[in-house]
Each structure stands twice: as structure tokens, then as C-alpha cells.
């Protein structure tokens, strides 16, 4: 059960094609976003589509996988955890972030048409 404690599941699309990081020490890291989007009716009965962005962030293999495998538009399914950090910009702000450090990624096959 501890490993439901944080745990994240996301259909959506990609919104770029992922950025893709060698760290020091060989490590690889690829970074995209991923947009979920939710569609139902208002009280009117009026179609409403709401549209969320998501900072998705995978390492090692998956990292491999989304270089080789993924692009803008891709429908993915993503399970992770989510990440929040800080830091202060080069004028002194601070900023925040959340994240979601995926350690599994499935793509479906669609590809949202443009």
C-alpha cells in the first residue's frame, strides 16, 4: 500500500517532442509535457472541454524509450509519482514546480490529429 501514497496515472497527448538530457555519469533524462484533457456539459448543457498541463519527467530506459519512440501529438499512458521543488531565478524570485517523475510509459497508438 505504501507505494499508493504517491501515485500518479495520465492518459493525454504530448505536447512537444520530449527534451532529451545526458547528466553526468551517463544518466539520461528526457522532459515533456503532457496535456489531459476533460470534456462534460455544463448546467446549460453546453459541451465544455478543460485542458491541463503536466511537466512529465523520465529517466534511464524510459528515457531511451521516449527518445526513440515518442513525438508531438503522441497518446500516452504515463504512471509516476509527483515532484514538487523549488528554485530562485536570475532575478531572485523564487519559483515552484510540480512534476510528475514517471517510471512507466505506454503509448497507445493514437496520435491527436493537428
Same mark, same amino acid.
Given at each position: ?5 504517491? %501515485?500518479?496515472?495520465?492518459? =493525454? ?19 515533456? %509535457?503532457?496535456?489531459?484533457?476533460? /470534456?462534460?456539459?455544463? #448546467?446549460? =448543457?453546453?459541451?465544455? %472541454? ?12 524510459? #528515457?531511451?524509450?521516449?527518445? /526513440? ?32 517523475? #514517471? ?10 490529429? %493537428?
Amino acid at each position: 500500500m505504501n507505494n499508493l501514497r504517491n %501515485s500518479v496515472r495520465l492518459i =493525454g497527448n504530448l505536447g512537444g517532442n520530449p527534451e532529451i538530457k545526458e547528466i553526468t555519469g551517463g544518466k539520461k533524462l528526457a522532459k515533456f %509535457s503532457l496535456a489531459t484533457t476533460e /470534456k462534460y456539459k455544463d #448546467a446549460d =448543457g453546453n459541451p465544455v %472541454s478543460e485542458t491541463q498541463w503536466h511537466n512529465i519527467i523520465v529517466w534511464g530506459r524510459q #528515457a531511451d524509450f521516449a527518445q /526513440k519512440y515518442l513525438e508531438k501529438g503522441n497518446e500516452i499512458v504515463v504512471e509516476g509519482k509527483l515532484i514538487n521543488r523549488n528554485y530562485t531565478d536570475k532575478e531572485g524570485i523564487k519559483k515552484y514546480i510540480t512534476e510528475i517523475n #514517471a517510471n512507466e510509459i505506454l503509448k497507445t497508438g493514437n496520435k491527436k490529429n %493537428s
